[in-house]
């Protein structure tokens, strides 16, 4: 069984300043770990995706995240907030040992308000 | 990547009835899935739409409440039967391809039961 959890439901940052949004994660099995983006009546989009190569992936928007697997984690990092940040973020979790049928679990968001 | 078009956008209906949501990738395409997201809340998996057989429905949900057909590999359906005003929500087609997890989503359609 695979689960992800956000433990923040609403993050604030100031325009400028650095975002840390956090995500932990369980699996069985080797997983592959996404982070989308739901800007406000928008479709999902995904901002990067780990996939059992390098543990940092860089991203879409200047965002990045590390695997670490020690600590279960994948936590999202932007150096710089910017206003057009202000959205819905989701960690999903995907069992890669299981080809054929890769579902996706959705952590329960993260929202990120940007204060000008 | 993976072009998704997913019809109605939105739709407001009356209880009681169905609604039917097509879902067409512009190319084959090996998983095609079914979300719901609630207001204000996270998706949830509904089924996994397999080509030619019956979808595989997670827990909570049932084959007579929302049916799903897959003719072929670029296209599915999900309907949403006996409507009641709990079925608001965003439902939202996810396609991926073989031995690629990236999950590729369709714009959503807001139901409305009224």
């Known amino acids: 069984a695979q689960s992800v959890t956000q433990l923040d439901s609403h993050v604030s940052v100031s325009e400028g300043t650095p975002v840390l949004l956090r995500c932990n994660y369980s699996?069985?099995?080797?997983?592959?770990l996404f982070w989308y983006v739901q800007h406000p009546n928008k479709g999902l989009q995904l901002l990067l995706k780990y996939t059992s190569a390098a543990t940092l992936v860089k991203g879409i928007n200047g965002f990045e995240a590390e695997f670490k697997k020690s600590e279960t984690s994948f936590h999202l990092t932007k150096p710089s907030a910017h206003m057009s940040d202000a959205a819905e973020y989701f960690c999903?979790?995907?069992?890669?040992?299981?080809?054929?049928?890769?579902?996706?679990?959705f952590g329960t968001g993260t929202r990120l308000t940007i204060i000008p | 990547s993976a072009v998704i078009s997913q019809k109605p956008s939105r739709d407001i209906c009356q209880r009681g009835t169905s609604l039917t949501i097509q879902c067409q990738v512009d190319s084959q395409v090996t998983m095609m899935f079914w979300y719901r997201q609630q207001p204000g809340q996270s998706l949830t998996l509904i089924a996994t739409a397999n080509q030619g057989s019956e979808a595989t429905y997670e827990s909570g949900f049932v084959i007579d409440k929302f049916p799903i057909s897959r003719p072929n590999l670029t296209f599915s359906t999900l309907t949403v039967s006996n409507m009641s005003p709990e079925d608001s929500s965003i439902y939202l087609c996810?396609?991926?391809?073989?031995?690629?997890?990236?999950?590729?989503f369709g714009q959503g359609t807001r139901l409305t039961v009224v």
């Open positions: 699996s069985s099995y080797s997983p592959s």
């Open positions: 999903v979790v995907s069992d890669t040992t299981n080809f054929g049928n890769e579902k996706l679990t």
């Open positions: 996810s396609v991926t391809r073989w031995r690629n997890t990236e999950a590729f």
